[in-house]
């Protein structure tokens, strides 16, 4: 599959990049700056040894996506999912934003839309379907490209792209769930704070959350 | 320690003053008929084979309780809450109550005050310290007595107080994790909305949550 990654030169779009590249997928990375994106292409395609990546504009990236992963700060998400809007019409849209208010990150912020994927949902109009996917996991637990014992909460109004998201998730080694439709996206967003408190307070870097309870493979 | 459980008769607050008992605590059950909670003290005394629980009236189990537990359902909260207030004044008020709306138990509700916890706290004022914790174990892992791998989140804006619902927690055989502050209640909450909605659509009976990516024993 050919994969978009907006945003894909930040830490936590890369991470996701690289972890495709890794499983045999197809990657787009995108950025406002052509340049960045091309050599972050390019050490992708050095660390997996094939040209799995390429760099584009965000724009151009999500047009060439068969999916489109959306990873940029909260600051940038109305102007980038403007700038994408055309491109992404027709695809799933799976939205990693988390709204954190860079002048309090440590602080909950419920955004005015109830989350940012709800947001992503009402800008970009029902021909997209958005998921909330992603949040929780830290780019730490990508970086080291192994499975993991956190689990992919996927939020969204459509069941078929949940799956196309949970789907994402097993590339990278990680169990995707189900979580119901986007306006749990405010329980997911809001865990990602939650989480980033318990790492500074029990001086842990990537604490992630597992859902107990489900047998080993649960069947979706 | 002498633990009030205010609306102990249902079938979370039963679960938890079992628990507490079974664990050597004191405990003392409120209801809103004082026959219930007697009937319900009687059947956890003869569980633990001990006079571990007392019944009460909501109010005078809340006086008893050196530490005060709220289960009621969200419509009874605000209700309770100014039944007890001078009974808890000065105490540590743990409010388990998560705001699910009865018409429609599946949606997410984010009520008035962002989560009944911030509510019960601007309701009794400064005095009363109100930590949210507990509205992720489901009766069943409480019913069945035993150590579990879903962990107690507990959210509140004051440390000490939050100290107390963690060792609430671990008498339980639950590890408890400091979350934070109240505001973050708002995402514990509505976690319990979204494990119901897993359970669901998983065909389980008992989706918790477990942070990953901490030591085994976190110092807290």
Known sequence: MRIAVVGGTGREGNGLALGWARAGQEVVLGSRVMERAVRAAEAINAAVGRAAAAGRLNRDAAAAGEIVVLTVPYDAHETTLKDIQEAVRGKVLVDVTVPVDPAKPRHLRIP??????????????????????????????????????????VCGDDADARQEAVRLAGWLGFRGLDAGPARNARVVEGLTVLLMGINRRYKVKAAGIRITGLPETPSG
Chains 1, 2 share one sequence.
């Not at 005015?112 to 996917?133: D, F, H, K």
Request: glycine share 12%.
């Open 112 to 153: 005015p839309g109830g989350s940012a994927a709800e947001e992503a949902q009402a800008l970009l109009g029902p021909e997209t379907r958005v998921v909330a996917a992603f949040q929780n996991i830290s780019h730490a637990h990508l970086d080291h490209g192994g499975a993991s014992a956190c689990d992919v909460l």
